[in-house]
């Protein structure tokens, strides 16, 4: 089964730093762009970054922009977002998905483009 694994979610404290990670176990990552969403309590899965398959293409939505860095080692076989001056509003349940349709990050904000989706990881931000 092709499911990708999230993890690195932890609490920290507001300003704080975390870097998550999205392996593929089960298949190989080169020929894909990966995203990262993140889904709060009550709210809807929203887009937050993009990779493409070659990792030159990086896309950010504007919430996190200046403050979160999409890479990939894809001899590792992983993606990473790594997350600097986190804010409460950064709490959620991230989740990494592979694009079926684009290697470039074309329309990438579009949910429906993405399966493979793991189990996510916690992120709280709190005092």
């Known amino acids: 089964q092709r499911q990708l694994v999230e993890s690195g979610g932890a609490l920290v404290q507001p300003g704080g730093s975390l870097r998550l990670s999205c392996a593929a176990p089960?298949?190989?990552?080169?020929?894909?762009?990966i995203a990262w969403f993140r889904q709060a309590p009550g709210k809807e899965r929203e887009a937050v970054s993009c990779v493409s398959s070659s990792g030159y293409i990086k896309d950010y939505d504007d919430s996190v922009k200046g403050r979160f860095t999409i890479s990939r080692d894809n001899a590792k076989n992983t993606v990473y977002l790594q997350m600097n001056s986190l804010k409460p509003e950064d709490t959620a349940i991230y989740y990494c998905?592979?694009?079926?349709?684009?290697?470039?990050?074309?329309?990438?904000?579009?949910?429906?483009?993405?399966?493979?989706w793991g189990q996510g990881t916690q992120v709280t931000v709190s005092s």
């Open positions: 089960g298949f190989t990552l080169d020929d894909y762009a």
């Open positions: 998905g592979a694009d079926r349709s684009s290697m470039y990050c074309a329309y990438w904000k579009s949910l429906g483009r993405f399966d493979s």
